[in-house]
């Protein structure tokens, strides 16, 4: 048995991360407020005006530009504040107001290198989150195996370089990767465990710089046989889930 440590939702895909305490999970959908947005490129392959689920390469992202790893987000009374690490000036905006797009996409720009597509447009997605895989999942990491990464890293691992949704403690290092197929509950919702994660270039930034600094990967790969930390997970049964909340795989 273990509890929940951390929570995270992800409104604009890729862009920032905001931690919550609570959280009501439903049956069948994304986490609440998790990539509800995302931000298309100019090679996209995107309905602006339909999005439907697609795989994440038509979308901009950390693995192709580092510096996005080193955005907060946090609400505001108009929608969301967003401020890069390095920075002091937040950029406040809401996404819900197509005419304050231009300017959160030109903000946003300055943060994608030049030899990588241009941002080109906000999208709302339509009846699930754009997570990275093709099914409505919540993400979901042990600090145990964070901790044992960073032992052969040679220094702590920020768990805001995953992206995930649910972080749990107290289990041993590794564990969830025997949980697939199976069923987990964490405070009063349940989910099917239904695969694990494959990780790309964004997780060897710093989520405070911006700047690659651990070779995440190649660590996965040398030390335990793959690329892949955290797993995937399907509500199916609604409930709230909150921090300190229990774990109990079933």
Not at 41 to 52: G, I, L, R
Not at 96 to 112: N, P, R, T, V
Request: with cysteine.
């Amino acid at each position: 048995m273990g509890t929940v440590r951390t929570l995270f939702c992800h409104p604009i895909k890729g862009v920032g991360r905001h931690m919550l305490e609570e959280v009501h999970l439903t049956a069948g959908q994304t986490m609440p407020d998790d990539r509800i947005w995302a931000v298309t490129h100019e090679a996209s392959k995107v309905d602006a005006q339909n999005p439907q689920w697609v795989s994440c390469n038509n979308f901009i992202r950390g693995a192709k530009a580092p510096q996005l790893q080193a955005i907060e987000l946090y609400k505001t009374a108009r929608g969301y504040g967003l401020l890069h690490n390095a920075q002091i000036t937040p950029f406040e905006f809401d996404p819900e107001d197509e005419s304050q797009h231009a300017g959160f996409l030109h903000w946003l720009s300055s943060y994608i290198p030049d030899n990588r597509a241009r941002p080109k447009a906000l999208v709302r997605a339509g009846a699930r989150g754009m997570t990275d895989s093709d099914f409505p999942s919540i993400s979901i990491l042990t600090m145990a195996s964070l901790r044992a990464l960073g032992e052969v890293a040679g220094q702590p691992v920020a768990p805001e370089r995953f992206r995930g949704n649910i972080w749990l403690d107290g289990f041993t290092p590794w564990e969830e990767r025997g949980w697939i197929g199976k069923r987990i509950r964490i405070g009063e919702a349940e989910l099917e465990v239904r695969e694990h994660i494959g990780r790309c270039m964004a997780t060897t930034v710093d989520t405070d710089t911006g700047e690659q600094n651990i070779a995440t990967l190649k660590l996965l790969e040398q030390n335990w046989g793959h690329t892949q930390f955290g797993i995937y997970a399907e509500v199916v049964k609604s409930g709230r889930v909150a921090i300190d909340d229990k774990a109990v795989l079933l």
